[in-house]
DNA sequence: GATACAAATGTAAACGATTTCATGAAACAC
DNA sequence: GTGTTTCATGAAATCGTTTACATTTGTATC
């Protein structure tokens, strides 16, 4: 890889005219420019990222991280497609940290992170309480969060309406006639399972119908989770007619467990699932789901994140995107 | 963020006798040792990786490059979760470069990788002649492919016996009586949508069953491509009884079309999608499918990589892993 | 007691860029 | 002709590491 000195030996002139001429930052002459420019492309010269980033901290290393805690979720890729779509379109590239809902691994990624001078960084934490993200906020690094706020921390937030999209989902079965609602619900660490549950609950309750806590069970918001939580509620003596189910995964978990069980959707038992996925359609039957915009939410995401770079003293943002109401066959 | 001058000054001695600490490269006296690592606490010192990096150039940068063709797919999902497990137990961290089929964005990752010095890279090129990939291998960069090869260069490759794969799933159709069997292909400048249409076409001519060109259609891999080369297929004068889908997401468009259609499955028309998916049973009905190890591939091309960063000269390893067919309710 | 060697540490150059300051030449005003 | 600007460029410091080389001290060898 030949380097700016290189470029700068082959024109005939110092590194500094090379510098200017890419940054054009100050007059050059014509001359020098195009002679510079030439050993530029004969040498086929790349500017060093790394050598960049050392030198101008604060600057612009083109370089965002990513924090997610769970890849195996769809809802988080479609996020991540949206957030890269934008960072490419700004020259940024993106290091990926999936900590899989370990605090530890998280903790990890955030001192890598923080070793590799990211420009800025979006991030879901691991609870609203995330000390180190927190942290990262106070020292100054740009931070957008994604699906989940921080508590008592002013910080650019792009998520959508958990309680609105949960209450519309189990008001509608409340509604189709089911009176036996359970809900399966993510960690209750996270903030956005905490709004999901809430808006279950209020659901319940404008349509008078009794909050029974055997139905309302707590996993990790996993596939595995799905299945085995959808099992115990199944076996109670008295099962719920419909499900709620909190997420993506969770969803797919509990339809493996029905299918086992050779229920039949939705007359045995209904389900709606929060996220919905672009093959929902195809599945048995067609599932009734709260779509989130993930997509979109990168996209905002990382738009906010490079405005905020570009300007780090704007005032936060909290962006709230809408869920929507999928009504397919499922209840 | 303190430097390495910041714990020399308070630790009394010189940088240079921190950096052998941290890298206990020679022998460093006991009790300085001790009054190092004492301040290296008490400033909360972390070397910084972009230094290190762009000082020691084929030195341990800890940064891996990964270059995807399309994010959406849930295969490619797997894989990268593989090689992030990996990767994170060897302390690298990885750029993730989803280059959505396209060369020219492709290029420019792999321009953005080199400067940004990588280590190494994990590449599913846009073809087997993918000049930029090649380049980058006789460069002397530790380059690992999954899922694709490269044409005319020795290089570590991941991958499943496609043919194998495709072989098994349309003889499994054959056998069962279907007659038109129609594939929808994916690009065909991917060398594993080559192997996948050739395992069909061996598999027709070992059944005795005509092959048929109109049933044979190519796509770019993508759901929306299943959803309208199922359109195409479906509307024939004499449609196929039973289709063989190229991939992932072709399988879910292509459920799409034929949901939309309301033409049941297998009676209307059998479908067998290669790569699985762990709520294939969850559709309808369950999906028979090929399974492909995508998150062992992920860890196997990661492990590749971290030993071929280790020792440069070891021999290429082609590697190929079994898939197998998940036999469901699809057909 | 001079020489040699090992151990412990420091000095300074390098990696590849950006940026401040200095310098020289040309142009202009008086 | 001297003084002041302006334009074009170069020299050198800097970012935070690693590392080759130099230096100091103590100890073993003859």
């Avoid at 779509?291 to 709230?320: F, N, S, V, W």
């Amino acid at each position: 890889m030949a380097s700016m000195n290189d470029v700068a030996r082959r024109a005939g002139v110092s590194i500094a005219t090379v510098s200017r001429v890419l940054n054009n930052s100050s007059s050059v002459n014509e001359e020098t420019r195009l002679k510079i420019l030439k050993a530029i492309k004969e040498l086929k010269y790349q500017p060093s990222r790394v050598a960049k980033r050392l030198r101008s901290k604060g600057g612009p290393g083109n370089l965002l991280g990513v924090l997610i805690p769970d890849i195996q979720n769809p809802f988080y890729v479609d996020v991540l497609r949206g957030i890269e779509d934008i960072a490419y379109k700004n020259n940024y590239v993106i290091i990926v940290c999936n900590f899989s809902q370990d605090e530890k691994k998280e903790a990890m990624y955030l001192d890598i992170l923080e070793s590799e001078a990211i420009d800025g960084l979006i991030a879901a934490p691991a609870s609203e309480d995330d000390v180190r993200v927190k942290k990262m906020v106070q020292n100054g690094l740009p931070v957008v969060c994604v699906d989940r706020g921080l508590n008592g921390i002013d910080v650019d937030v792009v998520w959508v309406n958990n309680d609105a999209g949960a209450f519309a989902a189990v008001d509608y079965l409340a509604k189709a006639g089911y009176k036996r609602i359970g809900h399966i619900a993510g960690l209750p660490t996270i903030p956005s399972s905490r709004l999901r549950e809430a808006g279950y609950r209020r659901a319940l309750a404008e349509n008078n119908l009794p909050f029974d806590p055997q139905w309302l069970v707590y996993g990790n918001s996993t596939y595995k989770s799905g299945v085995e939580l959808a099992e115990k509620l199944l076996s109670l003596p008295t099962p719920p007619d419909a499900l709620f189910t909190g997420n993506n995964l969770i969803t797919l978990g509990a339809l493996e467990t029905i299918h086992k069980r050779k229920l039949h959707i939705p007359n045995d038992v209904a389900i709606i699932g929060f996220d919905d996925m672009n093959w929902s359609n195809s599945l048995n039957p067609p599932l009734t789901a709260v779509r989130q915009p993930a997509y979109e939410i990168g996209q905002r995401a990382g738009e906010l994140l490079i405005q905020r770079i570009r300007d780090p003293k704007r005032a936060p943002i909290q962006m709230t995107l809408n869920s929507e109401l999928m009504v397919r066959g499922s209840c």
